[in-house]
Every structure is written in C-alpha cells, then in structure tokens.
C-alpha cells in the first residue's frame, strides 16, 4: 500500500513532489510502520506524520545534540523513532500516549530498530503525566502531537520543562486551514488558536510557524522570564543577535 511521504496541506503538489524526490527517504523499518499503521488504524493512520517531518525532526535533535526529549502523543511511534534515532545510544526520550492498542505497534517497531533502550513509554492521561514528571528544566527538546482540546495546558507543561535554549515543536498548528476561518468554532480549532496566540506573546519563547505538513510551530525556549510579552522585547536590546 504506497504511503505518502509528505502530508503538507499547503504546498503545491508538483514543488512537494520535487522536494520528496530530493530528500530522505524512510528506510524499510519506518516503511513497514507506515504500512502497518495504515492497515492497523484505518483512517486514525492520518495522525502518523509524514517521512519529511519525521526526517526534519531527527535532523534537529541530532544538530542540537540533545540528549534528553520528550513527546505528548505517540500514536503508533513514527515520531519517537525519528526524535529516538536522533538524540543516539546515550539519549533518552519519555513518551506520553494513553492507548496501549496503538502504542503495542510503537513498541515492536522501536525493537525492531534498536531504539527501545532510549525510550520510556508512560501510559495514561498526558496531562498527569507530565505533572508527575520530577524537577524543572530537564528536556532538550519536546513535541507535542496529541489531543488538540488540551494543547494550551499541554504547551504551559511542557515550556517549564524544557532548558533555556531548547526546542518544542508542536504539530497540526493550522488544522487544515480552520484556524483562519471564523465558521470553525470547534473545540479543537478554538484551543489551537488560543495556544498559537499564546506562543507568540510569550515573553520565554521565540517562535516560528511553518505551513508544514498541517503546520508546525517551533519554539525555542530563550528565557525563564515572565510570561507576556513586554513592550520593547523586540528592541535590538532584548534579542539576540548573531556576532
């Protein structure tokens, strides 16, 4: 069954064909979770993100060289292999899902590819999950793809979590487009537009949102600061700058 390897909304087909065909492919451990995502999960396998994103993350996580991550949603473990594979041998990557169903394919897939020693898998409600995780501070690099309705509290959890100088990037930020359209009032496109609005006024965080396979925000932790962002905290004084 042939499996997509972008899932952009917003490129055009023929520039994503191209972009496809000059990148990195999966290899036949990330083809055969794709293929056994889509025949196990039915339509949810649209939740898996493409092989560009999933490169794109691995990328970043081993040019940080972060050695400690964390996810908010694992689904069939696409995600956790690309962040596992980057952060190497000696990282080690906390995933929060709440479906043992799902996560039993994530789990034969990470053996499969000889990452499970790097990746703990805690099962229940993200929300207390990540409460219960000890100490402030302790991540290099968090994603969130997980229910959009608790993306808000998801984002204030995880930001406290994560080092000065890391990086959290958060998945399907434009929801198909919904966000722009004043008709869309549900649930989850209205607390997707809340946590987009509330990013870009954090005063700790700087952030990009790229229209990316259903968009994504990326969001560098830069400051323990309070939250808000004050008048003049775009001023050449309050951001640095390349020497």
Partial sequence: ?????????????????????????????????????????????????????????????????????????????????????????????????????????????????????RIELRLGPALETLRSLEGVEQFDFAFIDADKENYPAYYEEVVSRVRVGGLILLDNVLQGGRVIDPSATDMSVEAVRATNKAIASDARVRVVLLPIGDGVSFVQKVTNGSLGRPPGADSPAAVPRRT
Avoid: N
């Avoid at 000059?22 to 979770?33: A, M, N, V």
């Avoid at 050695?67 to 000696?90: D, M, Q, W």
């Fill in 1 to 117: 069954m042939p499996v997509p390897q972008s899932r952009s909304r917003f490129v055009d087909p023929a520039i994503q064909e191209y972009a496809s065909a000059h990148s990195t492919g999966p290899d036949d451990q990330q083809t055969r979770l794709q293929v056994e995502t889509a025949e196990r999960t039915g339509g949810a396998a649209r939740m898996q993100i493409g092989t560009d994103q999933a490169v794109l993350m691995e990328l970043i996580v081993r040019a940080m060289g972060a050695t400690r991550a964390l996810e908010v949603g694992t689904f069939t473990g696409y995600s956790g292999l690309a962040i596992a594979r980057g952060l190497g041998p000696s990282g080690r990557l906390v995933c929060c899902d709440a479906s043992d169903e799902w996560t039993a394919i994530a789990k034969r897939a990470w053996a499969e590819a000889g990452v499970t020693d």
